[in-house]
């Protein structure tokens, strides 16, 4: 059974760092983990993604360079270590698996099939 759950959320300053782990259990074939994140109100927003077996990873518009994600196969985790977070970051990310994943489809929401709870991210100004 695919399980994914996140952690490492938290409330951070403007211009601090966090880094959250999504650790996934079940996974097996060609897969993608993807972050995505919805604040109050919004749509669900991709963030990143990294293909398992290559690494390859994808970036939502205008986080690359401030967000990064890498993953440790021996761990089953991945990873998105975000700096410079400001206050529009606020938001639950979630982490999800996409099964066979092509590149135009990283960052869309209908791909991803199994999801985590979530963990809240909040950055205070």
């Known amino acids: 059974q695919v399980q994914l759950i996140e952690s490492g959320g938290g409330l951070v300053q403007t211009g601090g760092s966090l880094r959250l782990s999504c650790t996934a259990s079940g996974l097996t074939g060609s897969y993608a983990v993807g972050w995505f994140r919805q604040a109050p109100g919004k749509e669900r927003e991709f963030v990143a993604a990294?293909?398992?077996?290559?690494?390859?990873?994808h970036y939502g518009d205008s986080l690359k360079g401030r967000f990064a994600m890498t993953r440790d196969r021996a761990k089953n985790t991945v990873y998105l270590q975000m700096n410079g977070l400001k206050p529009e970051d606020t938001a639950v990310y979630y982490c999800?698996?996409?099964?066979?994943?092509?590149?135009?489809?990283?960052?869309?929401?209908?791909?991803?099939?199994?999801w985590g709870q979530g963990t809240q991210v909040t950055v205070s100004s």
């Open positions: 990294i293909r398992w077996q290559t690494g390859a990873t």
């Open positions: 999800a698996r996409q099964l066979n994943p092509i590149s135009s489809t990283m960052h869309a929401r209908y791909r991803y099939d199994f």
